[in-house]
């Protein structure tokens, strides 16, 4: 066993003092020390430890005596417990009692964050409660020095809530914003680790990044006269790249190819206006429904009526077509008639359900189910086999004008309300149970899923005048356009282009606004190998 006085020795040694000693010698006067002891002013005893002795243990020479004790650096390990401590060179007063987190600066607040989780996954040992403290916490400033140089100034700094000082005379002085960079790599997640959720959420965090949409229209017309009625649809762009707009008592056509403007429909009465328009699914025929009830299907390409009926006793305030063929209509009058062009101009079908104006039309992309929302604040499922309902949403507290249907996922549907609602429904159809919500900021003007992505767009009314454009299922937001790119007042139409990449967007201000939104369709590249029975065999 090395005596006490061995112990003091080598505390010397480690913090330098005795070599010390033998720097201001050279090395002639260290090599006569070692061979003749005599030389030196001090003996040392058998117990005590010198630089000679030390220096002999590693430099002897075959000459030297064998009673001179010789030490080595052979390591003899002490056997304890196998803890932590001995495991992981993690110290004993690992966790600190509550009281005393605030002391701790940020790197060793970090330190302690990751040597808890080590002995969390390691050995099982769990900190709840630490964890809770250290997040609710508040960070304290340590800034000794510079609380020294302001006592002696002559004034103190006080420390805000998150830790930064203020001089009195920068007191309310406009200075730009610091942002602090986010380290995702204090903390790497790891799929195997089991953190428990409070210390999961105190400490991991999830940045996710979309693409970049413009916010700045690449074209603007102006529609004087468009009238800023919620309940009215008055633009609808056509496969064939044609834009009808209704303005007043006249139908326009805007050519998305050539950009010319045509007046294509005109009632000879003033009084009477267009209320509705809609394109049938291949862009030829024009549906024009008026404020006296009266439905017109016109021909694009002749520009002439080929078909009017009036089986409604007040406005059409919606369209949507199911085939070629047939097309339903929704009213003020709370009806929605399906007609059939086969079957001249009497209704093969006509529902009943709401009690107050329906003011939303969508017939879903397989055409099995005619989605219907009126002001009654409800929403009906229908079927052309039979004139009952086939579900009701009473989820809403307000108008439901806005209707969507997944194009990539059967029986989904987009459903969001008025101003006093200000909510998007997203609804599993064949189980009727409503798979999420998104709460809106305005009124919910429309809705539309884009045929190219997952994603979905949505247009808003008082007071934000809004276009969203969000990912689907995550529900985030990859796009927020409003004022004052997006429009002076409520967006209340919108259609969506052939090629599915833009929309156009309508608002009582009188313009109309044209917007890229949606990536382009992609195209899946088909394998040229072919292979034969004969070639699998």
């Not at 468009?226 to 496969?239: A, H, M, P, Q, V």
């Not at 050519?255 to 009084?271: E, H, M, P, T």
């Not at 929704?330 to 359900?353: E, M, N, Q, V």
């Not at 809106?440 to 190219?452: E, I, R, W």
Request: net charge neutral; charged share 25%; aromatic share 8%.
């Amino acid at each position: 066993m090395i005596s006490e006085s061995t112990h003091g020795s080598l505390k010397d040694i480690k913090n330098g003092q005795s070599y010390k000693a033998h720097s201001i010698l050279n090395l002639d006067e260290l090599v006569i020390r070692t061979h003749h002891p005599k030389n030196l002013s001090d003996h040392h005893s058998a117990d005590s430890f010198s630089p000679d002795i030390h220096f002999r243990s590693f430099c002897s020479s075959t000459n030297s005596s064998p009673k001179k004790e010789i030490l080595s650096d052979r390591f003899i390990p002490i056997r304890q417990k196998n803890t932590s401590t001995n495991m992981f060179e993690l110290p004993n007063n690992l966790i600190t009692s509550s009281d005393k987190l605030d002391m701790y600066c940020e790197d060793s607040r970090n330190k302690i964050k990751y040597n808890s989780i080590l002995e969390n996954q390691l050995l099982d040992i769990k900190h709840t409660d630490f964890f809770s403290k250290l997040r609710n916490s508040p960070r304290k400033l340590h800034t000794k020095v510079t609380a020294d140089r302001d006592s002696q100034i002559g004034y103190t700094r006080d420390a805000d809530e998150f830790g930064y000082c203020h001089s009195p005379s920068k007191i309310l002085s406009f200075k730009s914003p610091v942002k602090r960079k986010k380290r995702l790599e204090e903390v790497q997640q790891n799929r195997f680790m089991d953190i428990e959720k409070e210390e999961e959420e105190g400490m991991l965090e999830t940045f996710k990044e979309y693409r970049k949409i413009s916010k700045t229209p690449y074209k603007i017309l102006d529609a004087p006269c468009l009238t800023g009625d919620f309940y009215l649809e008055l633009i609808n762009w056509s496969s064939r790249n044609q834009l009808a707009v209704a303005l007043g008592n006249t139908v326009w056509l805007w050519n998305g190819d050539s950009g010319k403007v045509s007046k294509f429909c005109l009632k000879k009465q003033a009084d009477i206006e267009y209320t509705a328009v809609q394109w049938d699914p291949k862009g030829d025929i024009l549906t024009a429904g008026d404020s006296e009830g009266i439905v017109e299907l016109w021909d694009s390409a002749s520009s002439k009526m080929i078909f009017q009926c009036r089986n409604n006793i007040d406005r059409i305030d919606c369209v949507s077509w199911n085939s070629p063929n047939v097309f339903s209509t929704g009213s003020r009058d709370a009806t929605i008639l399906t007609y059939d062009l086969r079957a001249g101009c009497k209704p093969i079908i006509k529902f009943h359900g709401h009690n107050d104006e329906v003011c939303g039309l969508k017939w879903s992309p397989n055409g099995n189910t005619l989605a219907s929302g009126g002001n009654d604040n409800k929403v009906f499922l229908w079927n052309l086999r039979k004139q009952e309902p086939e579900a009701r949403i009473d989820s809403h507290k307000a108008a439901i004008k806005a209707l969507a249907w997944s194009p990539h996922q059967q029986n989904l549907l987009l459903t969001g309300g008025g101003s006093s609602d200000k909510t998007i429904k997203i609804w599993n159809t064949l189980s009727m149970t409503m798979i999420s919500e998104i709460s809106t900021p305005s009124q919910v003007c429309n809705l539309l899923f884009s045929k190219t992505s997952n994603e979905f767009v949505s247009t808003h009314g008082l007071y934000d005048n809004q276009i969203i454009v969000w990912k689907y299922p995550e529900l985030e937001k990859i796009c927020v356009i409003d004022r004052p790119n997006s429009h002076s007042d409520r967006v209340l139409y919108l259609s969506e282009s052939p090629n599915g990449e833009n929309i156009v967007t309508g608002s009582s201000d009188e313009t109309l606004k044209f917007w890229n939104v949606f990536p382009p369709k992609e195209n899946k590249k088909h394998s040229n190998l072919r292979l034969s029975i004969k070639d699998l065999r």
